[in-house]
């Protein structure tokens, strides 16, 4: 019987090949899985230029795979791939699928192909000088940009010749391994200098009539389009104009239908070649830039129902997020209908921190920072440092996936604090230079970034794994009772900072900390007790703590009296 049900299983597996890398829910979000195993992507993309030759994959692998890695992000280059049209090269391809079986690392390759941060800039030669044949994006003053014309369906056919050549070859070597577990499909995708192309073309397509399809979508999902989309579309068909409204954004949305229509035509025919999960990316519409000023039409958040209707064989929009605000960008994209992997964010100190709060608080699919083989090691260490945590945390986030019990905090100098309400239990999260006692708080520098994923892993029990934080826990009926006083460097009141007027009678319980312990947490999920943090560690039971520079995993028990 059992032998049975097994030979079920294995055939179910092989008819449905279900063991390929693919996307699958994990309570609100995703993880890639690979071989049936879920898999949290602890990332690093190389720099654009890193794996252009075998000599330096040969050295670059190994250094990443020591960082703690379990996943590299490598461009695959259209230029380098086909130089000659028609002939293809993949030794690249090869010698990075190999060295990574070597490091035990799995790869995203990015397919640069017509489009890399706008430009066209890896096209092959024969591509680039044949503008008659591969047109050129133009400017409303008639300038051709160095931007492959979307409408081209030369263009199309020569990047999808490419590009499907290279994931045949994935698949012919990689099938029966997995190494590579994910592609992009083109990179950061969008117009510059204008805010559409004006060439003939786009602007016969831009004065007729808007798709059905695109309207009927929108109707469709009138109820969870973006609020931008929402307040624009007009909820019946027409041109653009009439549509959309009359102005720079309406440019974008029909340029972003159009990059997302095609992005989908080599997705589909990816899939039908070798079904693995495909995703875009997107730069972001920082500082106010209006379209045009940033790579517009893209995968951005308010584009997003434009692309998931153009592109549904897409798996993911993914954010790069350079720019200040990480919390901000990271929460629009992580959606319902669109599970958040962060495939570039700047590589800093702060790298590590910010992981965490990714996939504490959203269950990000993955983290990975941009150019990690140029960065020094006083960056990568904190990332190391992270990776280790995230790893560790890997398979308590699979028991509590769906329960509502995990959270992210992230803090710097202005943004100091979060009180986070777990039912009947306030949280109360801070930077750790909130803390009186450490002197680089006040000595005048900028405050690393603190952060960590928090877990409820028990009724009043919690995993704190992070780095410059500190967490006091209270009932929520204490915490709406309490006041607040200003500490001495020694923990106490300081002078003159208690109580002056007649309290009220204290109301319900409160919380006690029963201990704080460090942590290691192994495969199965089980707690590898290390040290005590109680008394000075812990306040003597006001607080958990771990300090900047630190990376920790604390397992606080509570309880309430
Ligand atoms: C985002 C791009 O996707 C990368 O390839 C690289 O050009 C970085 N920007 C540079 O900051």
Redesign the pocket.
């Known amino acids: 019987m059992r032998k049975s049900i097994l030979s079920f299983i294995l055939l179910v597996c092989a008819s449905m090949a279900v063991c390929q890398p693919r996307i699958v829910p994990h309570g609100a979000s995703a993880r890639i899985s690979i071989d049936g195993t879920n898999m949290l992507i602890l990332g690093g993309e190389l720099s ?1 230029s890193a794996a252009t030759c075998t000599a330096d994959i040969d050295s670059v692998l190994p250094r990443m795979a020591t960082l703690g890695l379990n996943t590299i992000l490598v461009p695959a280059q259209w230029d380098l791939t086909e130089p000659t049209e028609g002939k293809y090269d993949f030794t690249l391809i090869d010698r990075t699928i190999q060295k990574a079986r070597e490091c035990d690392l799995k790869v995203i390759f990015l397919w640069f192909g017509a489009w ?2 706008s430009m066209s800039c890896y096209a092959p030669e024969w591509f680039k000088k044949n503008t008659r044949k591969y047109p050129r994006s133009m400017t409303q003053s008639g300038k051709p940009l160095e931007i492959a014309s979307v409408f081209s369906e030369n263009v199309f056919q020569a990047d999808h010749r490419a590009f499907t050549q290279l994931m045949r070859h994935i698949a012919e070597v990689d099938r029966d391994h997995h190494t590579v577990i994910m592609v992009q499909v083109e ?2 995708i969008g117009m510059l200098e204008d805010a559409r192309d004006h060439s003939p073309e786009a602007d016969k397509l831009f004065n007729g009539k808007v798709p059905d399809e695109l309207v009927d979508f929108l109707k469709k999902h009138r109820n969870e389009l973006h609020e931008s989309m929402r307040a624009r579309f007009s909820g019946h068909g027409g041109t653009w104009r009439e549509v959309f409204g009359d102005d720079l954004y309406t440019d974008e949305i029909f340029m972003a239908y159009h990059y997302a229509k095609y992005v989908n035509r080599l997705a589909r025919s990816a899939r039908e070649i070798y079904d693995i999960p495909l995703y875009v ?1 997107a ?1 972001m519409n920082s500082r106010g830039r209006r379209p045009g000023e940033y790579p517009s039409a893209g995968p951005l958040a308010h584009l997003k129902d434009v692309w998931h209707c153009g592109a549904p064989d897409i798996d993911l929009l993914a954010p ?1 997020i ?1 720019d200040t605000g990480f919390k901000g960008w990271a929460a629009q994209y992580a959606l319902p209908d669109n599970p958040l992997f962060i495939p ?1 964010s700047r590589c800093c100190e702060n790298s590590g921190v910010r992981a965490l709060y990714a996939v504490g608080e959203h269950n990000a699919v993955g983290f990975s920072p ?2 990690i083989d140029q960065a020094p090691a006083t960056d990568t260490q904190h990332l190391t440092k992270s990776y280790n945590l995230l790893r560790q945390i890997s398979p308590l986030l699979d028991q509590i996936k769906g329960k509502n019990a995990q959270w992210g905090v992230l803090f710097d100098q202005e943004d100091r604090e979060r009180v986070i309400t777990d039912g009947p239990y306030s949280l109360t999260c801070r930077h750790y230079f909130t803390l009186p006692w450490d002197p680089r708080a006040t000595d005048g520098s900028t405050w690393p970034e603190g952060g960590a994923a928090i877990l409820r892993i028990a009724p009043l029990e919690y995993i704190i794994a992070g780095s410059g934080v500190v967490v006091t826990f209270q009932t929520t009926t204490e915490k709406q009772q309490s006041e607040s006083r200003t500490l001495g460097e020694d923990g106490f009141a300081t002078a003159g900072s208690g109580k002056t007027t007649k309290q009220s009678r204290f109301q319900g319980k409160r919380l006690g900390i029963v201990y704080v312990d460090e942590v290691k947490v192994s495969a199965d999920g089980s707690l590898v007790y290390q040290r005590r943090d109680n008394g000075d560690q812990d306040h003597q039971g006001r607080h958990a703590r771990i300090s900047v520079g630190e990376y920790r995993i604390l397992h606080v028990k509570l309880y309430e009296y």
Do not use: C, G, V
């Open positions: 654009n890399k941060n990179n950061e990316n730069a790069d350079y570039e941009f150019a």
